[in-house]
């Protein structure tokens, strides 16, 4: 490691520390037109996401629940990347996250700029965190196809 590898593993720290303290979009949305719930049983995650489309859209997301820093920060850091985006978009983000996380540590992963999330690539390294890192978006998954089993990252 460099003092370069330092500073950035230091700035994605605070990212997740902050989004865990602070969440952001964390309220239920009485007006989501999905939502879906997820349980990560490994380490006792829940939450449910709350989603408002329409036209193709995602115009608004929010999440409650419960759970560890990673998997809080996770939640509050999706909703944010996902606002405003259309369908399709969401879906590649989706699958692009989850390559990142679930990439062996000497494969690049996605070529994306995945702005604020990639505080979480870090969490590839420990295979049982990944679960909460992507606990989120396996619910948003699960909420943007009708999906009305319980999101399990099992």
């Known amino acids: 490691m460099n003092d370069k590898d330092d500073m950035l593993r230091e700035l994605y720290q605070e ?3 902050d989004h865990n303290r602070s969440p952001r ?3 239920p949305m009485p007006g989501a037109n999905r939502h879906a719930d997820g349980h990560n049983p490994l380490c006792g995650d829940q939450l449910t996401v709350y989603l408002q489309v ?3 859209i995602v115009h608004d997301a929010s ?13 509050s850091l999706m909703t944010e990347a996902v606002k ?3 369908l399709a978009e969401v879906e590649a983000l989706f699958r692009d996250f989850h390559a990142l996380l679930t990439a062996a540590r000497d494969e690049p992963g996605p070529q994306r700029d995945f702005g604020k999330l ?3 690539a870090g969490v590839r390294e420990f295979p049982a965190r990944v679960k909460c890192a992507t606990l989120a978006w396996h619910t948003l998954h699960n909420a943007l196809t009708g999906e009305a089993s319980t999101a399990h990252t099992e």
């Open 118 to 120: 990639a505080a979480l």
């Open 84 to 86: 405003g985006r259309p």
């Open 54 to 56: 329409s036209d193709g």
């Open 15 to 17: 990212v997740i520390f």
């Open 63 to 75: 999440f409650v629940g419960h759970g560890c820093a990673i998997s809080t920060a996770s939640a």
């Open 25 to 27: 979009n964390y309220r």
